[in-house]
């Protein structure tokens, strides 16, 4: 048998593809550079701030969340392309071979009365659900990890962990979990990488 009991899945960048995926590592890149930037994005994601206190920072910064548009009436979508659906597939294999899933993601609230996170997918599929906005921390800080291990009740070891970005794999990686970088949004090669992991077939 296999000794992961559990997978840990991103959302942007691996369930979901970005449509403008240079776009998106330049908003990384910039916020690691610029401290501005990245306290206005480390705020949102922490759920300090709600989407539309940001929103000049996002569009004047990324290009997105334009201020003549009703943020009621954007739609996630437009920020997202459709599902990649080998890892979909992915994650109902692990659930049919009593594997637990996870999705542990950095995101914010989309409302100002922080009732309605940026997520938009039926989650019955995952066990345990973390999102950085409502724990008040985010990937890569090694807690948010050991928050999502508590709710697993699994230890570092039992569990491996796809985020599309090198630092929170790394992170993830020092607390001994089998981390796993799907690079470019290339689903083949991250569920490769998972099923060294597993003795399941994935596909």
Request: with cysteine.
């Amino acid at each position: 048998m296999s000794a992961i009991r559990a997978v840990i899945f991103d959302l942007g960048g691996v369930l979901y593809p970005f449509r403008d995926y240079s776009k998106f590592k330049y908003m990384c890149q910039k916020a690691s550079a610029d401290p501005k930037t990245k306290k206005n994005l480390i705020g949102w994601q922490e759920g300090a701030l709600a989407t539309s206190q940001v929103r000049d920072f996002f569009e004047q910064t990324f290009g997105i969340l334009p201020k003549n548009v009703e943020l009621e009436k954007i739609k996630l979508e437009d920020f997202m392309g459709p599902k990649h659906e080998k890892i979909w597939k992915c994650i109902k294999k692990l659930k049919q071979n009593d594997i637990k899933t996870a999705l542990l993601t950095n995101n914010g609230w989309w409302t100002d009365k922080k009732d309605k996170s940026v997520i938009f997918e039926d989650l019955s599929l995952f066990d345990v659900v973390v999102e950085s906005c409502k724990e008040g921390i985010c990937k890569p800080n090694p807690r948010i990890f050991e928050i999502t291990l508590n709710r697993l009740g699994l230890k570092p070891s039992q569990c491996a962990f796809i985020d599309d970005l090198e630092k929170n794999v790394e992170s993830a990686n020092r607390l001994g979990i089998n981390g796993i970088q799907m690079v470019d949004q290339d689903q083949d090669l991250a569920l490769d990488k998972l099923q060294q992991l597993l003795s399941v077939p994935l596909k």
